[in-house]
């Protein structure tokens, strides 16, 4: 079943809302935050919950908002477009929208889209579609013709499937309907010719979608009452062809063909619809649910002081203009069923009633009882009709899945542990993820035997969990040494112990190459080691100086000594990476769990030395390769980088007492940054006295020297320059020339 409950206001009146209603409502980067952009040159940031608004901005006098603001989830900010060609982004500190960012772009835009999980789209008049961040580049650059002459856009949407953003929009031109659909991953624009089988005199006045695996299901709403349901291929077989799709009648006669202000439909779920509109000639305008699974009217509100024929769905709410007011509906659509769609199902029992039978006879009234659905009469119904419909009691299917958890096979859980994440979160969902891990925890306790690594890494990747909330987890794949899962686990929760954190990385340090090459591991983190024509430059040059450290730089005669010996040791040293790259990718993710360095350095003393030397070696080669290049940002979705990174850029833009901040920039966050320097010290200070009696480690101790010394030879030149740079702040604080002209020359060295 659905409902619809009771209607709140959340604007009494809409500014320069006109005949034509709203430009758009859309969702803000929190889920209870709305844009509305009215007619004319206002956006209202509302907050449902408060039924009020937080913010307003409009353009000045003789300007016009051309599209709905937009929200983009990757940075917060908000984004309109007036006058057609002219976008603005700002935030909600800002107050005036004429002293906002502006980029004045060369053709006339559409729509802007913005979903979460990528940047925001542009949508041009013509049917070109750019990504915000390449139109800020460039915003003259020169924008292409996509569909013909005389074709409008009528609707859009915008999805992500498979991670991947696919854009949809439909065209109309002289009474035909095209369909675009542009898949970004492959940059793939297909081109459909919808057909439907409407009336001649009959046009399509609203358009939805829901979208799956493989199709998307394009809803229309034609001016004779009907909706067409169209299935639109994701990935087609030759982009290049111009099909055409043939729409199936999903319903008749929804609503009445002489609606005065029009009439909207948008997808609830995968079961229902809401269309709003007279579903008679001579009716008030209404809001109703309609069941497609079972073609029934679920349930329907009247709108007496009309609307203008515009429908937004977002979470559990509708938004539409009742009148002149911004009015939100909630409502409510159960999991569909015959019985529900038939208003049969019965939610909840008195104590002491009976249980409902199994075979129920549809003609006999809800109100009687058990007695008159079991007498012979009843019973003769229903042998004469044939007519007996199983009502098994549906369960949850967040009880059905921890019911299979206890009792079933590792190959049925992950079935159902698949069904359950692909469904829409429940408010419960959390729960249910924490009692599913709970049980498989437990179930794995008490059968050895008993390990579904593939659940448990589901549910690590869902981001619910954490440490704290199953520490058993991680327990459990320490004892079966499941690296993957480890590695996972280190990625996802912010709360583990140090002591845990050590012993993954024994685990990660000691457990051999051939296995771990047999192992699936997460490889985002780790770049290409082996890059031999880039080490024979290093080789020829002889002077090098990147942030701070020169590996060829002589300022100590013994270790020079040392190091002249074997000159193509230390080349393969200092060039190659001493780790497989399965191993680098485990103990990147060690390197990027957050630490206590009082907690963890006890711990750190419990590894043995051959094992903390290889760890340190691998440490100094990423110092080396950060040091390659002062801005080098190494490959990879989460690579590794440097704790203290010289980053001259950074002088323009520092306070003039911020000087000595230069080698750590501000906006390198400590908590998200590689503590490369950091975990050096940790593990010298814990096994110092063990590793310096390791031959093998000699080297490897001589080139950790000279880093840090070069460290600090960078640390003394930055202090020069601030001592330099105080002492003119202070003389150009004392000197007031007071517009005479005067040479003045200093001296800094």
């Known amino acids: 079943m659905a409902s619809l409950e009771e209607e709140f206001t959340l604007s009494s009146v809409v500014l320069s809302a006109g005949s034509e209603g709203l430009l758009g409502v859309e969702q803000s980067s929190k889920a209870d935050q709305f844009l509305v952009t009215d007619n004319g040159r206002t956006v209202i940031l509302y907050k449902v919950s408060d039924q009020k608004p ?39 500190e800002d107050v005036n929208l004429d002293k906002v960012f502006k980029a004045t772009l060369s053709a006339e835009v559409c729509r802007i889209l913005s979903v979460q999980g990528t940047e925001p789209l542009v949508l041009f008049k013509e049917g070109a579609v750019r990504g915000l961040e390449a139109l800020l580049a460039e915003p003259q650059q020169k924008i292409e013709t996509v569909i013909s002459d005389e074709e409008v856009i009528k609707w859009t949407k915008f999805f992500i499937v498979f991670r991947h953003p696919v854009l949809i929009f439909i065209t ?36 939805t979608a829901s979208v799956d695996r493989k199709f998307i299901a394009l809803m229309s709403l034609s001016s004779d009452g009907c909706i067409y349901e169209t299935l639109i291929p994701i990935r087609p077989t030759d982009p290049e062809e111009n099909r055409s799709l043939v729409g199936s009648l999903l319903f008749k006669a929804v609503v009445s063909g002489n609606t005065q202000h029009g009439v909207a439909l948008t997808v609830l779920d995968q079961d229902h619809v809401a269309v709003l509109g007279s579903p008679l000639a001579a009716s008030k305008e209404c809001l109703s649910v309609w069941n497609i699974k079972f073609q029934t009217l679920q349930t329907s509100k009247e709108l007496p002081q009309g609307t203008s024929g515009q429908l937004w769905y977002y979470g559990e709410n509708l938004f539409m203009l009742h009148g002149r007011s911004l009015t939100v509906i909630p409502y409510k659509c159960e999991v569909s069923s015959l019985a529900g769609a038939l208003g049969k199902l019965k939610h909840s029992q008195d ?49 059905q899945l921890l019911s ?22 429940t408010p419960d969902f959390h729960t249910v993820i924490g009692d599913t891990v709970t049980g498989l925890l437990e179930r794995c306790k008490a059968e050895p035997s008993f390990y579904p690594r593939n659940c448990l890494m589901q549910l690590t990747q869902t981001h619910v969990l954490s440490y704290s909330l199953c520490p058993d987890l991680m327990e459990i794949a320490l004892q079966k040494k499941d690296v993957q899962l480890l590695q996972l686990c280190l990625q996802h929760f912010p709360d583990i112990p140090e002591l845990v954190t050590c012993a993954c990385l ?21 770049f290409d080691c082996s890059n031999s024509v880039h080490d024979e430059k290093m080789e020829e040059q002889t002077e090098i100086l990147q942030n701070g450290f020169n590996p060829e730089e002589d300022k100590c005669n013994k270790c020079d000594q040392e190091l002249n010996e074997k000159p193509q040791a230390k080349t393969k040293e200092t060039t190659s990476c001493p780790v497989i790259p399965k191993r680098a990718a485990l103990l990147n993710a060690i390197l990027h769990s957050a630490y206590s360095e009082t907690f963890l350095l006890p711990h750190l003393k419990d590894i043995p030395a051959q094992h903390i030397t290889l760890f340190l070696k691998y440490l100094y080669f990423l110092y080396l390769k950060c040091s390659e290049n002062a801005t080098l940002t190494l490959p990879g979705i989460h690579p590794p980088t ?102 003045e020359v200093l001296e800094l060295f």
């Open 642 to 743: 440097l704790n203290q990174r010289q980053d001259l850029t950074m002088l323009s833009k520092l306070p003039s007492d911020s000087w000595a901040q230069v080698i750590l920039p501000p906006r390198l966050s400590k908590a998200l940054r590689l503590q490369i320097m950091d975990w050096i010290c940790l593990l010298l200070d814990a096994n110092f006295t063990v590793v310096v009696m390791m031959p093998e480690a000699k080297r490897l101790l001589i080139n950790l020297y000279r880093l840090v010394k070069s460290q600090i030879s960078v640390y003394s030149e930055l202090n020069k320059i601030e001592v330099s740079f105080r002492e003119l702040q202070k003389l150009n604080q004392e000197k007031n020339n007071r517009g005479l002209y005067s040479i």
């Open 351 to 399: 104590p002491g009633t009976h249980v409902t039978p199994h075979f129920v006879n549809w003609e006999t009234p809800q109100e009687c009882g058990l007695e008159a659905q079991n007498s012979e009469p009843s019973r003769r119904i229903l042998r004469r009709r044939k007519i007996e419909v199983s009502l098994q009691p549906e369960v949850p299917p967040s009880k």
């Open 404 to 425: 299979t958890v206890m009792k079933d096979s590792e190959k049925h859980i992950e079935v159902e542990l698949r069904k359950f994440l692909a469904i829409k979160q």
């Open 54 to 92: 937080l913010g307003s901005w409009s353009v000045k006098q003789g300007q016009i908002i051309t599209c709905p603001a937009v929200c983009n989830f990757q940075t917060g900010e908000y984004i309109v477009v007036h006058d057609n060609k002219v976008l603005r982004i700002w935030n909600n």
């Open 172 to 207: 109309e031109k002289h009474g035909n309907y095209f369909a675009y659909v542009q898949m970004f991953n492959s940059r793939v624009l297909s081109k459909y010719t919808l057909l439907f089988g409407q009336d001649e005199n009959s046009v399509i006045e609203s358009f």
């Open 506 to 526: 024994k685990i990660f340090l000691s457990i051999a190459d051939d296995s771990l090459q047999e192992t699936d591991v997460n490889m985002e983190s780790v």
